[in-house]
């Protein structure tokens, strides 16, 4: 962490300081395109997040996403499939019931090469889970949904402790 | 899946069909307030997903960031306590070794129950995630990530499964 966070405020003093210093009004300041999050915690006083090497915390929760999105298009193409074609629905369960779900690439990789017919199920759940995050997914719902939970669970668990130790006060205080 | 479908289609049907056909264009149709995104997917035509009980994606997802937020915030706070506060460094790094971070709010609620030393570091917790979340955390660079990622990972399993089938083929045709 440190070594990381040391290399990082060394590429900073690397920077000409009369460029840094006198030129900066005249001139436009971008010595690199951010592109990772850490980039822009250090310019604008974000709090510096360690341990994600070149990815972003943006980019570890993009790939969490995504293998959740590919969890939602299994169930679309599943309650699809159970309504009208029990014959594929069943190959998929057969599949599901050998093949974690964990790592949504790594399941669509096998499906593929599983037979022609899988073949076909594992090509739609690629079309599924883009069309659902791009479309269906409520973007912004999820973010009023975190900064909501956020502030319920702080106040919670702030709650839960203060009326656990003031009721074994006063009980130690009979 | 398919009992609770059924109740919600009877759900539907309650509603008095005088209204819902020739008022519909006098009186604004809102029988329900839809706060889950399987309430608007019967409405906008969305994909039907199966399987979230009362729950929305939108809504495990946000459970899901909550606790990624909670990890950034143990990695925010650890690594300004390394720098200017050893003894509380050691205390969170003891505790981290004995108690998992998969639950956030279950980790923070262990920590404050710890000593009067480990509360101070659960609140401090608790204040990091919600100002991450809330001002550090980028929203839009997490849906850029995700629809790119989407389609970048679907076009590398479609190549990858035609290059390898396709070098099967003429490796077979020799």
Known sequence: MESSAF???SQFSMFPPKRNSSNRDTLPFKPWKPTTSRSTTLQCHKMYVPGFG???PE???AKHLHDFFTYIAVRIVSAQLQS??????????QFLERHPLNDGDKFCA??????SRHKSLALRILEVRSAYCKSDFEWDNLKRLSLKMVDDRNTRLMRD???ETSSVKSESEK
Do not use: F, G, H, T
């Open 59 to 61: 980019a570890k929760a």
């Open 7 to 9: 290399v990082r405020a």
């Open 110 to 115: 096998d499906l593929m090469r599983e037979s």
């Open 84 to 93: 009208y074609n029990q014959e594929a629905y069943a190959d998929m369960m």
């Open 54 to 56: 070149e990815a972003s």
């Open 161 to 163: 402790y203060v009326s």
